[in-house]
T-cell receptor
Framework: AAGVIQSPRHLIKEKRETATLKCYPIPRHDTVYWYQQGPGQDPQFLISFYEKMQSDKGSIPDRFSAQQFSDYHSELNMSSLELGDSALYFC???????????FGSGTRLTVV | AQTVTQSQPEMSVQEAETVTLSCTYDTSESDYYLFWYKQPPSRQMILVIRQEAYKQQNATENRFSVNFQKAAKSFSLKISDSQLGDAAMYFCAQGETSGSRLTFGEGTQLTVNP
């Protein structure tokens, strides 16, 4: 069965650089979610999109932005990177009418 | 705002034995969903089991079952016949409505001893 695809799997950036994370949801899943998981922490909700519109917003820094495209894939853009942004970033998708969250394998971002 | 609490940072169990992981939550909603996720060293988030709050019957998935106490806002996970592959971090999570964010607990690190 198709899963949620995230790319890249690993990313190393320097402070003040910009990073773009991509997420391809399961076909027919119209809602996409982004989470940030710091070392030794639980995942924290950042933002979600339903039918290409932002549907919910959590603890997402102003330096971060995200969008969902016409093919339902989503991108998380992170600018002016800080050391504290080093984390595992998960994307998840679900169909709107069925509560079936599926997580991707995550992108491990390291800021040096 | 909803909160999820896991009071056991670490648990251990002997292979083939049974272990129960605790989770409590707080919400003002009457309709919501509860989840247990497993995160092995690969750090992938794997759904273990899901419970809809309006269903009184406890969910079961093979060796995994839950004890859902709605009035007490408690949602514990029982793992029977523990296997070495069950060793992982386990997160309890709650979501208010379909398509909403999930709020996670702090996690319980489960060790399975041979």
């Amino acid at each position: 069965a198709a899963g949620v695809i995230q790319s890249p799997r690993h990313l190393i950036k320097e402070k003040r650089e910009t990073a773009t994370l991509k997420c391809y949801p399961i076909p027919r899943h119209d809602t996409v979610y982004w989470y940030q998981q710091g070392p030794g922490q639980d995942p924290q909700f950042l933002i979600s999109f339903y039918e290409k519109m932002q549907s919910d917003k959590g603890s997402i820094p102003d330096r971060f932005s995200a969008q969902q495209f016409s093919d339902y894939h989503s991108e998380l853009n992170m600018s002016s990177l800080e050391l504290g942004d080093s984390a595992l970033y998960f994307c998840a998708s679900s169909p709107r009418t069925v509560y079936g969250y599926t997580f991707g394998s995550g992108t491990r971002l390291t800021v040096v | 705002a909803q909160t999820v609490t896991q009071s056991q940072p670490e648990m251990s169990v002997q292979e083939a034995e049974t272990v129960t992981l605790s989770c409590t939550y707080d919400t003002s909603e009457s309709d919501y969903y509860l989840f247990w996720y497993k995160q092995p060293p690969s750090r992938q988030m794997i759904l273990v089991i899901r419970q809809e709050a309006y269903k009184q019957q406890n969910a079961t998935e093979n060796r995994f079952s839950v004890n859902f106490q709605k009035a007490a806002k408690s949602f514990s996970l029982k793992i029977s016949d523990s296997q070495l592959g069950d060793a992982a971090m386990y997160f309890c999570a709650q979501g208010e409505t379909s398509g909403s964010r999930l709020t996670f607990g702090e996690g319980t690190q489960l060790t399975v001893n041979p």
